[in-house]
């Protein structure tokens, strides 16, 4: 009888759990078109390290003194680790040109896009050919209507006025005074790790028995760049950093008999330094010394004096050019700013839904 009850139990137990799930989760879509609405409110934010400061700064100092550095492009900064995880994928990150784009663009660096012009490449080759017109498209002539002489037969494509094709002009690309390239090169796992493992309890194993367990684990991840000036191919520059990445692990378990059931319930809690935030750190840390070197900075104290909160055009989440001569009232400095423009967070936006502006 005791199994039967266990049963009975285990079963209501599963029947209300799937109602509880089939009340989240319906077969037929909602008023708003969706079976489910996903959860999660969390809202978009800068993604600095901390270098990223100190990029803003070396813009700021550049700013504060007319320094302009020489115009930079990326090259292939590519994964050399050879590592992928259990799943199939690569253990470290693919984008680490795109990372070193931000960088420098944080650093107030004048940029030139040589990673992908597949666009640009393409616009060459439809204006070489007289394919493409900045101006805009005029509007066809009417219709017009009669067989006197010269009209159009109906069904005939209206003629449309010939339009201004794009020039090419000699010398109209700026070329890069210096290109960085490089790649990751280490990473290896757990280079030290250290744990404990305890678990205690009554020799009678109905009156229930403890675990509790711990894990530190260390890994390491590593990075060599270069910079070369482009008509040379003269290397100028080498910057080569690592950086430690920490895990950790820990859980407690409760195994005891009541009477014919029994209850296991265990917990625990892991977390692991982000790998390629601190790929992101490597190569901000790298850009710091680099545009340091090219606006002469003496080090860190040449942010002494800057102004963070001043007008400027680079902020944590990179660098833009801004469109109008408006850089006291525009978008800029508030880029950062994780509620801006978030119809849950920022009430100007969620008023302007509303339709209250």
Not at 115 to 144: F, H, M, Q
Not at 221 to 242: C, F, G, P, W
Not at 326 to 336: A, E, I, K, M, P
Request: charged share 20%; glycine share 12%.
């Amino acid at each position: 009888m005791a199994g039967v009850r266990t049963y009975r139990r285990l079963s209501a137990a599963a029947a209300s759990a799937g109602l509880l799930v089939s009340g989240c989760v319906s077969p037929h879509a909602g008023p708003a078109g969706l079976y489910a609405s996903p959860i999660g409110d969390a809202p978009v934010t800068a993604n600095p390290t901390p270098y990223s400061a100190a990029l803003v700064c070396l813009s700021q100092y550049a700013q504060r003194y007319g320094l302009r550095a020489p115009r930079i492009a990326v090259g292939r900064i590519a994964d050399y680790t050879g590592k992928a995880e259990d799943n199939g994928g690569r253990a470290v990150t693919q984008g680490a040109s795109l990372m070193a784009i931000s960088a420098l663009a944080k650093a107030g660096a004048p940029l030139v896009e040589r990673y992908d012009t597949s666009v640009s490449e393409l616009e060459l080759k439809y204006a070489n050919n007289k394919l493409i017109s900045d101006g805009p498209a005029p509007a066809p002539p009417p219709a017009r209507r009669g067989r006197r002489l010269g009209a159009r037969r109906p069904g005939a494509p209206i003629p449309t006025p010939a339009q201004p094709y794009r020039k090419i002009m000699a010398g109209q690309v700026p070329g890069s005074d210096f290109y960085l390239v490089g790649g990751i090169t280490e990473l290896n796992y757990n280079i030290r790790s250290s744990g404990l493992n305890l678990q205690g309890g009554k020799t009678d194993a109905t009156k229930g028995t403890g675990q509790v367990t711990g894990k530190l684990y260390v890994m390491n991840v590593a990075l060599d760049l270069r910079l070369i000036e482009t008509k040379t191919l003269e290397v100028v520059d080498v910057i080569s950093y690592q950086k430690q990445i920490i895990g950790r692990e820990v859980g407690a378990g409760l195994f005891k008999f009541f009477g014919s059931d029994v209850i296991d319930v265990s917990a625990g809690e892991g977390a692991l330094e982000p790998v390629q935030l601190a790929v992101r750190s490597l190569i901000e840390r790298a850009t710091v010394e680099v545009m340091a070197n090219l606006y002469g900075a003496p080090g860190p104290q040449a942010c002494l004096g800057s102004d963070p909160l001043g007008p400027g055009v680079t902020s944590l989440t990179g660098a833009f050019t801004p469109a109008y001569d408006n850089l006291d009232r525009n978008n800029g400095q508030t880029r950062s700013l994780p509620s801006r423009w978030s119809d849950r967070r920022d009430r100007t936006v969620a008023d302007a839904e509303r339709g209250r502006y």
